[in-house]
């Protein structure tokens, strides 16, 4: 007995929607595995990205320590050692029949090289970071550079100081240092401003007039050291480093944590 019409059609329905349920259903599957490959995709992007920070972070750090480890050396070992001889050269030249212009020469010489050892540990472990913040660290490379170069390197303030992790003082003082140390030794300026911005996010500001060596450097594909690791310090405070030209000469660099 053939099927009527009406039994046609209703077969032909139960067809059609065993049709448009089956591709509703690979519809969804499509969609359902893609998600999951990017929700898989995304994973792994931010664990490749967290074990990048890690490998950074890491890498600074041990940077940090070497410097600390220096910094005692210089401190402990040599500064103490040259302390010792000074007071030698003292007790020589209180000798009778010394040769008192070769000792006051010599001591000179020697109180110089005290004053660079103490400089140096000074540069590698900030004591006062640690002691008193971010604002007075920066304030006093600020003087002792000037003092030493004979450069005006002014600091400046703006707002009130924030508490910061000892992590994040410490990488924006190391940027700071290097951007017044790549200034004052390639672009000749007459005069360096450093500024701390508190106000809103911080930022900070390090300008010169000398010949903008920190822009073309920044375009150039290969980067020193410093840049890169000031580059990667940025990064780990999740802050913005930029560079800008200023007219009719000098840099602008420029750090924000947003």
């Known amino acids: ?25 690979i519809v969804f599957f499509v969609l359902f595995y893609q998600r999951k490959m990017l929700e898989n995709k995304l994973k792994q992007h931010r664990i490749e990205a967290e074990y990048k920070q890690k490998m950074l972070q890491a890498a600074l750090e041990s940077q940090e320590n070497e410097r600390k480890r220096l910094a005692a050396d210089l401190h402990d070992g040599i500064g103490a050692m040259l302390s010792t001889i000074r007071l030698r050269l003292g007790t020589l030249a209180r000798t009778e029949g010394a040769p008192k212009e070769n000792i006051d020469q010599t001591n000179t010489m020697l109180d110089d090289t005290i004053n660079s050892v103490r400089r140096l540990s000074r540069d590698l472990l900030p004591s006062t970071l640690q002691k008193f913040g971010i604002s007075h660290a920066i304030k006093e490379l600020c003087e002792q550079n000037t003092l030493v170069s004979g450069l ?23 940027i700071v240092q290097e951007l017044i140390n790549n200034s004052m030794k390639h672009a000749q300026p007459t005069v360096i401003q450093v500024a701390l911005d ?25 980067k020193g050291l410093g840049m890169f690791n000031m580059e990667n310090r940025a990064r780990l405070l999740n802050a913005n480093l930029s560079f800008h030209p200023i007219q009719p000469k000098g840099t602008l660099a420029k750090l924000e944590i947003v």
Do not use: H, Y
């Open 1 to 25: 007995m053939e099927p009527t019409i009406s039994e046609f059609t209703i077969m032909f329905s139960i067809a059609t929607i065993g049709m448009l349920v089956l591709a509703i259903a």
């Open 152 to 174: 005006p390197i002014l600091f400046s303030e703006k707002g009130t100081p924030q508490e910061k992790q000892p992590r994040d003082q410490l990488m924006i003082f190391r």
């Open 198 to 222: 508190w106000e809103r996010n911080f930022k900070l500001l390090v300008t010169d007039d000398g010949s903008g060596f920190l822009v073309d450097e920044v375009n150039q594909s290969s």
